[in-house]
């Protein structure tokens, strides 16, 4: 029985008068509708989480994303993580649409699980999971969500830092710095500005404070993006990812600025 009076149609008498006309007239074709399911109005919901930024320093690879994951406009999930670690010296980090990026950490489990068990002295390094993560990304490109945007691989393999991009149609390349989504537009140009050609010489210290200036830039400018961040140092000797940060803003300069409204 449905329990919703605005459902119930046109009272049996025809003849009275719906004056405000609140009682729908259900047609043949709506009851099979109705019968058939629920009405939806979006058969898709996507959840989808911003810029990743990451670079080579002296000691290693930094990589830097925000914890908000945005359901269209909507600011909905303030606490997602889009940094995971893959094995010991490898860090994953996704910008477009969050469910496939759970997918694709369940498939990364699986893959170091089945590599520990074989227990045959090998072990995946970063290489070996960019080459992996560009397969799986092109080989089930049609399965994925339209709105998935990217990956980005850091790690230290033998000693050698790595750093690689890789996107659903298996576009892949290597680079002393990457930024995807906004930060392509805002963070890059600061990455290269400061970051290469010092990539060997960039100590911690400065490699955060590059990261905090370019989520800071980012917080301001880009409308999906919030001002709570994690942070993931990646070494030859393991990898840490921070807790939720945050760093200082200021608006007062929005006071300044001329030419809009009033």
Known sequence: MDHFPAHWGKPRHEQQIDQYNTMPLYTNVQKTQAASGPITHTQSPVVTGTSVIAFKYKDGIMMAADNLASY?????????????????????????DISDFQYLKHVLDSLMTREFYMDDGHVLGTPHIFEYLWR??????????????SLVVGGVHNGERFLGYVDLKGTTYKSNTIATGFG???????????????????????????????????????????????????????????????????????????????
């Open 72 to 96: 269209g406009s909507l600011a909905r999930f303030r606490d997602v993580e889009r940094l995971i670690p893959v094995g010991e010296h490898t860090v994953v980090g996704a910008s477009g």
């Open 136 to 149: 799986v990304m092109y080989g089930r490109r049609s399965k994925f969500n339209p709105l998935w945007n």
């Open 184 to 262: 392509g537009y805002l963070a890059q140009p600061i990455l290269r500005k400061r970051v290469e050609g010092r990539e060997d010489e960039l100590t911690e210290e400065e490699a955060i404070e590059i990261v905090d200036t370019c989520m800071k830039v980012l917080f301001y400018r880009d409308a999906r993006s919030m001002n709570k961040f994690q942070r993931a140092k990646i070494t030859k000797d393991g990898l840490q990812i921070s807790e939720p940060t945050s760093v200082s803003t200021d608006w007062a300069f929005a006071e300044g600025i001329k030419g809009y409204g009033a």
